[in-house]
T-cell receptor, first 118, second 113 residues
Framework: NAGVMQNPRHLVRRRGQEARLRCSPM?????VYWYRQLPEEGLKFMVY????????ESGMPKERFSAEFPKEGPSILRIQQVVRGDSAAYFC????????????????FGAGSRLTVL | AQKITQTQPGMFVQEKEAVTLDCTYD???????LFWYKQPSSGEMIFLIY??????QNATEGRYSLNFQKARKSANLVISASQLGDSAMYFC??????????FGSGTQLTVLP
């Protein structure tokens, strides 16, 4: 039973290029979350998706960032025209149900994708 | 709005001793969940323990226990009998009505031989 799979694990881009990060949730999980971790900081929520729907994108920068979770295939976090400040670890997590209140639903995280912008 | 505060950027503990990592939270939600995750140097996020706001007893998972004091809005993680492999970054997180986790800034724990 594979966990949350993220690829690539490491990605190097030059300023102005595009970065695409992929996330395959755990089998049976239909809820995907993306988080960003800047160096020496905690994880910051970016976006929450279900299949074909964006549920909450309150943590996404307004420009250059987009996310999708198509009916078939992995979830994609896309960063256009990357800048040095986008250098970070991007974590994907999944859960079988949406998170709410005291429910013990646990987010299972992938190993992260580390983006370096030169 | 939810907020998690971890006031200890770094902690040291001798092997085999117990250590407490502090976490305080702020929320107006009547029901919420509290989590601790471990992030070793390899970078992955590993779930450790969960506490629901209505749970009567403190959560325990092996050597991990959560000292939940609701009135103080604290959810400290206690690691007993520390091992060298416990050296890692530890994050406290909470979930309320917002359907995502809010994380603290983390505590770097170093276990000394």
């Amino acid at each position: 039973n594979a966990g949350v799979m993220q690829n690539p694990r490491h990605l190097v881009r030059r300023r102005g290029q595009e970065a695409r990060l992929r996330c395959s949730p755990m089998k049976g999980h239909s809820h995907v979350y993306w988080y960003r971790q800047l160096p020496e900081e905690g994880l910051k929520f970016m976006v929450y998706l279900q299949k074909e729907n964006i549920i909450d994108e309150s943590g996404m920068p307004k420009e250059r960032f987009s996310a999708e979770f198509p009916k078939e295939g992995p979830s994609i976090l896309r960063i256009q025209q990357v800048v040095r400040g986008d250098s970070a670890a991007y974590f994907c997590a999944s859960s079988p149900q949406g998170l709410a209140g005291t429910g013990a639903n646990v987010l299972t995280f992938g190993a992260g994708s580390r983006l370096t912008v030169l | 709005a939810q907020k998690i505060t971890q006031t200890q950027p770094g902690m040291f503990v001798q092997e085999k001793e117990a250590v407490t990592l502090d976490c305080t939270y702020d929320t107006s939600d009547p029901s919420y969940g509290l989590f601790w995750y471990k992030q070793p140097s390899s970078g992955e996020m590993i779930f450790l323990i969960y506490q629901g706001s209505y749970d009567q007893q403190n959560a325990t998972e092996g050597r991990y226990s959560l000292n939940f004091q609701k009135a103080r809005k604290s959810a400290n993680l206690v690691i007993s009998a520390s091992q060298l492999g416990d050296s890692a970054m530890y994050f406290c997180a909470m979930r309320g009505s917002a359907r995502q986790l809010t994380f603290g800034s983390g505590t770097q724990l170093t276990v000394l031989p």
